[in-house]
């Protein structure tokens, strides 16, 4: 394999420290998309409606009674 030469070559210093400073970084991902309504609350509201409907077929029942 040809050995492949860089346009930059490396410095260290001959006198004093050599200190590396690492700096953290902001990193991106992708954005996470949240329901807007959980699967609880719309277990909940199914319920609720469910409850609802079989109250007025209830009410209906009783009416269709009392005539």
């Not at 690492?22 to 329901?35: A, F, G, N, Y």
Request: proline share 7%.
């Amino acid at each position: 394999m040809p050995e492949i030469k860089s346009i930059f070559r490396e410095v260290l210093p001959k006198q004093g420290q050599l200190s590396m400073e690492d700096v953290p970084t902001m990193v991106l991902c992708k954005p996470k998309l949240l329901p807007l309504k959980s699967v609880t609350l719309e277990k909940l509201e199914k319920m609720q409606m469910e409850a609802q409907e079989a109250v007025k077929q209830q009410e209906l029942a009783m009416k269709e009674q009392l005539q």
